[in-house]
């Protein structure tokens, strides 16, 4: 049983009685057995599966720990337990609730946002404060849900006092954005903890514990959501010293303060480390013990067998570096697969992905670029968001911004032209149309806030008599808009035909091949690989433009490929908005920045770019972060190694010509006394 495997202290703190339980558990001391051995102990104790909540931060992390249960327990009893993130919970129990709601990627709601704030002229407000743009408060604000439960004004004033004259335009904003969303049912991953949040201070919602994997990275709006779930059991299991997630609102008061915040709280700290070789936490705990203790912990080493002193390595040249460490993956009996490079900045992985491939080595990267977000697979998905949810008006508007003089501003329009053709149904107002005026596009007007002013002239459907148009094409009203231009008419005939080929489809791969295979889409990728084939002078690279093809056509056929373990749109879609950022593609070393690293281990790492202002980061620390942090990030990066460390920083940016200084952190370390 799982409770035989754990040793003195992970016992103690699985069989705990029902309170409110906090386990200190550092990195390789079997927090995730320790969590098994919990669920265990409460399915053995007669708590009802259904009435055991499991949170954690990404869904495969539930799913691997339930899997380990479902070894002990019959499968009737684990599917019953509820588990996944706080967001795939909270999706789940808002569907059961019946709840109509339409989740859209922040990218998607990021466009909604633009549209919303570009109808504002700030040049007509006497101030002398530039406006943050659309792309900033945007973050701003999602930044304020995660991180705060007053109003955003109070926030935004707070941390802005200067642009005090502006804040009633931003709440403007702020407001349509809300009110437009609410419109159209889209919640963004927020607003699903905001609303499950709602809904369980309205109707309580009875579990007898509820389970919290690494606590350490929770923010004060999932603090709260759980607080609102009113368990009389919580267990809680995190480390402090990994709380690498303020940037993105994590709050590590959440753990700091557990004990003086919940009633009869109770500490355990888990003191066994099962990864790393002693010379490796060691190094560790060098300098991750300069920072603050909130709760005192030593760890053991309890691995034998040989030890490998963790390995500094300098070199002349930034570039010199990424070959060096190449070469020694090259010459590694280590699997590919068990080595990663690990990196605080994005621009550190280009320059070890392009060594790497020169030597013929494969690697797969995450925590830069992730597959989701490239343009070609957004389009992708945002065709089947838009037939699963016809209503989805950030999907069209992603659709149509890749038509040739259709912007967000006409894209949005157009949305709202095809509904009103089709009495409310979209795809009626594109084949069908029954209604053949223009609706009024922008009814108000507001001078001050800088509004659509009265409707522009009707347009001429005659000016486009020249073009190939088929009499179906020709007869529909949106001919008669006044921005529509040949080229973006031309875009709608392209996805006119689409949607006729696919009538009767119903499987989500045999969607993407036809997309795929489509006029439209080979527009999307002619436009996006000439784009990248771009060199700096405005010429096409045709070599350069090629690879870009090549990639885009990879990256469907991976989509394509993942649709076939889907039976209906629908699911594939919510699948894809949900778990997309937590799959990975391809085989070799991995190449990670340290947050995509968390919680992973391997037998040889490579921590980079070692230098003062490049790991600590002082660019991210002068916007709110902190040295602290930044030596968590620093033992994170550490601790993934299990057997081979090596750290590496350069002395000498040729491209950039800037000379570096080492890592304050090599010091804490002590290591550059072995280079003399």
């Known amino acids: 049983m799982p409770l035989s495997t754990l040793n003195e202290e992970q016992l103690s703190a699985a069989t705990a009685p029902m309170g409110n339980n906090l386990i200190i558990a550092s990195a390789g001391t079997g927090k995730t057995s320790t969590i098994v051995g919990r669920i265990a102990h409460?399915?053995?104790?007669?708590?009802?599966?259904?009435?055991?909540?499991?949170?954690t931060f990404t869904n495969k992390a539930a799913g691997e720990m339930l899997e380990r249960v479902g070894r002990f327990f019959p499968s009737t009893i684990v599917k019953e337990i509820e588990s996944g993130t706080f967001h795939a919970v909270s999706y789940r129990w808002l569907k059961q609730m019946n709840r109509n709601i339409a989740l859209k990627q922040p990218s998607e709601l990021k466009t909604l946002f633009r549209s919303i704030y570009e109808k504002r002229q700030f040049k007509r407000l006497n101030t002398d404060v530039d406006a943050f743009s659309s792309t900033y408060l945007y973050e701003q604000y999602n930044l304020y849900q995660n991180a705060s439960l007053d109003g955003f004004d109070i926030w935004f004033i707070e941390k802005y006092p200067d642009h005090q004259p502006l804040i009633d335009v931003y709440m403007n904003i702020i407001d349509e954005y809300e009110d437009t969303k609410e419109q159209f049912g889209f919640v963004s991953f927020n607003d699903l903890l905001l609303k499950m949040r709602q809904s369980l201070l309205e109707e309580k919602r009875e579990m007898n514990e509820v389970l919290v994997d690494e606590y350490q990275d929770t923010n004060t709006l999932q603090n709260a959501l759980i607080d609102s779930l009113q368990s009389n059991s919580l267990f809680c299991v995190g480390d402090y010293d990994q709380s690498i997630y303020a940037f993105n609102g994590a709050n590590i008061q959440n753990i700091a303060t557990f004990g003086s915040r919940y009633k009869n709280a109770t500490v355990f700290t888990l003191s066994k480390n099962y990864r790393s070789t002693a010379s490796i936490l060691s190094l560790a705990n060098r300098v991750i013990e300069r920072n603050e203790r909130i709760y005192?912990?030593?760890?053991?080493?309890?691995?034998?067998?040989?030890?490998?002193?963790?390995?500094?390595?300098?070199?002349?040249?930034?570039?010199?570096?990424?070959?060096?460490?190449?070469?020694?993956?090259?010459?590694?009996?280590?699997?590919?697969?068990?080595?990663?490079?690990?990196?605080?900045?994005?621009?550190?992985?280009?320059?070890?992905?392009?060594?790497?491939?020169?030597?013929?080595?494969?690697?797969?990267?995450?925590?830069?670029?992730?597959?989701?977000?490239?343009k070609e697979v957004k389009f992708l998905l945002d065709v089947a968001s838009l037939r699963v949810n016809p209503k989805d008006m950030m999907a069209f508007i992603h659709i149509f911004e890749y038509g040739k003089g259709i912007g967000t501003a006409v894209?949005?329009?157009?949305?709202?032209?095809?509904?009103?053709?089709?009495?409310?149904?979209?795809?009626?107002?594109?084949?069908?149309?029954?209604?053949?005026?223009?609706?009024?596009?922008?009814?108000t007007k507001n001078m001050q806030l800088g509004l659509f002013d009265d409707d522009t002239q009707i347009g001429s459907m005659s000016r486009f008599s020249h073009l190939p148009l088929s009499e179906e094409i020709k007869s529909n009203p949106i001919l008669k808009h006044p921005k529509l231009t040949d080229d973006g008419l031309m875009f709608f005939k392209a996805y006119h035909d689409f949607l006729k080929s696919i009538r009767n489809v119903k499987q989500p791969k045999t969607l993407l091949i036809k997309l795929i295979n489509s006029p439209l889409y080979q527009a999307v990728v002619e436009s996006l690989a000439t784009q990248r084939g771009k060199l700096k002078s405005g010429e096409i690279d045709s070599e350069k433009k090629a690879l870009a093809k090549e990639r885009i056509a990879r990256k469907a056929r991976l989509l394509s490929d993942l649709a076939s373990h889907y039976k209906d749109i629908d699911r594939f879609v919510n699948a894809m908005v949900l778990g997309g950022n937590e799959l990975s593609e391809g085989d070799g070393v991995n190449l990670l920045t340290v947050h995509a690293s968390k919680g992973l281990e391997f037998t040889e790492v490579y921590v980079t770019d070692l230098m003062d202002g490049r790991f600590p980061n002082t660019k991210l620390m002068g916007k709110g972060g902190s040295l602290d942090e930044e030596r968590r990030l620093f033992y994170v990066a550490v601790t993934r190694a299990k057997e081979k460390l090596f750290l590496s920083f350069a002395k000498y940016d040729r491209v950039k010509k800037l000379d570096f200084k080492p890592s304050p952190f090599l010091y804490e370390a002590g290591l550059l006394k072995s280079i003399g």
């Open 411 to 443: 894209a949005k329009e157009m949305f709202e032209c095809f509904r009103h053709f089709g009495e409310g149904n979209l795809y009626v107002g594109m084949l069908s149309p029954r209604v053949f005026t223009l609706p009024k596009l922008h009814p």
């Open 296 to 374: 005192p912990k030593k760890l053991e080493v309890t691995k034998k067998g040989k030890n490998h002193p963790p390995r500094l390595m300098a070199y002349p040249e930034l570039f010199d570096q990424y070959q060096a460490i190449s070469r020694n993956i090259k010459n590694s009996y280590t699997p590919s697969n068990d080595i990663a490079v690990i990196f605080r900045n994005n621009a550190s992985a280009d320059g070890v992905e392009a060594s790497l491939r020169e030597l013929g080595i494969n690697c797969k990267r995450k925590g830069g670029n992730s597959f989701f977000e490239a």
């Open 42 to 55: 409460l399915l053995h104790s007669g708590v009802e599966p259904s009435k055991i909540l499991l949170l």
